[in-house]
Nanobody, 121 residues
Framework: QVQLVESGGGLVQAGGSLRLSCVAS????????MGWFRQAPGKQREVVAT???????TYADSVKGRFTIVRDIAGSTMYLQMSSLKPEDTAVYYC???????????????WGQGTPVTVSS
């Protein structure tokens, strides 16, 4: 089982910073990749950033240079450090993890409940 819990969302003014956290509770499964997604009102869910076990990170063009994803493997915690926030960053942010029980099994996706972020102008 994989359970993900996000926290750290809130209200911040444009240009400000915020750090989101995702705590993963895992039994029997091993997480290989984690990431952050977001969904704004009336918009489809989009990927924000991902990070693999190797530490390789990817970012959406819209957040590159402003957001940083960090994964604490020992603590099973992932962070999203957001800076220079813009009103268009307003969305519900979701923690995502890909995990599997065995190395030869296909990866499965897991999601947290989401934490809202509102950036005012």
């Amino acid at each position: 089982q994989v359970q993900l819990v996000e926290s750290g969302g809130g209200l911040v003014q444009a240009g400000g910073s915020l750090r989101l956290s995702c705590v993963a509770s895992v039994t029997y499964f091993s997480i290989e990749t984690m990431g952050w997604f977001r969904q704004a009102p009336g918009k489809q869910r989009e990927v924000v950033a991902t990070i693999a076990n190797s530490g390789l990170a990817t970012y959406a063009d819209s957040v590159k240079g402003r957001f940083t994803i960090v994964r604490d493997i020992a603590g099973s915690t992932m962070y999203l450090q957001m800076s220079s926030l813009k009103p268009e960053d307003t969305a519900v942010y979701y923690c995502n993890a890909e995990a599997r029980e065995r190395a030869w099994f296909p990866l499965r996706e897991y999601w947290g409940q989401g934490t809202p972020v509102t950036v005012s102008s």
